[in-house]
Each structure stands twice: as C-alpha cells, then as structure tokens.
C-alpha cells in the first residue's frame, strides 16, 4: 500500500521561511514525479511545484512562487522536499503531496502552512 507521509508545516511570520518534507513508502513504488499542490480555504486546489525524480529532472512552479520555492528530490528515500523561502500570508494553505506511478495519482494527508502578516 502507498502511503505518503508529510511534515513540515506550520505558522511563520511573513517573509519567513518553511520547509516541507513528503516521504513515498510502498513495495516497488516508484513514482515518476512527485511535487506539492495547496488549497487555500473557499479555493481549488492549485499545483505549487512538480519534480521528476530522474537525477537530472525538470522541476514546474506555479508563477506566484517562481523565485521564492524551490522543489528537489531524494531518490533513494523517495522523497521531495519543498524550501518555501519569503513567505506572503497569500501562501496560506493545506499544502499536498503527490506522487504519480505510471497513470496513478497519490496523495497525502496534507500539512497547514498559515503565514501571519
């Protein structure tokens, strides 16, 4: 079974930073791309950044965030981190983690990020 286990989030000033951890854990599991998603409340979810986790990998961000996040990955932990550097209260949200394995989207539980103006 796949679990997606996420860490990380909390409350920060604006123009601080976070860090998100997302850890992949399954038999054989081995995604193709894994990234984050945020949903603020009232909002849809909205795509943050995806990775492929090929060693030389192209990452995607979300233009609101170009330039302060950036996106790596752990293949040998299957892990994708997300450094979240000044920090807008606009950034507040549940932040996803996903993972897609061949045509499969996974997801985890998701982590609060709440920055205060």
């Known amino acids: 079974q796949v679990q997606l286990v996420e860490s990380g989030g909390g409350l920060v000033q604006a123009g601080g930073s976070l860090r998100l951890s997302c850890a992949a854990s399954?038999?054989?599991?081995?995604?193709?791309?894994m990234g984050w998603y945020r949903q603020a409340p009232g909002k849809q979810r909205e795509l943050v950044a995806t990775?492929?986790?090929?060693?030389?990998?192209?990452?995607n961000y979300a233009d609101s965030v170009k330039g302060r996040f950036s996106i790596s990955v752990d293949n040998a932990k299957n892990t994708v981190y997300l450094q979240m550097n000044d920090l807008k209260p606009e950034d507040t949200a549940v932040y996803y983690c996903?993972?897609?394995?061949?045509?499969?989207?996974?997801w985890g539980q998701g982590t609060q990020v709440t920055v205060s103006s």
């Open positions: 399954g038999v054989d599991f081995r995604p193709s791309t």
């Open positions: 996903n993972a897609w394995y061949f045509t499969t989207a996974y």
């Open positions: 990775r492929t986790m090929s060693s030389s990998g192209s990452a």
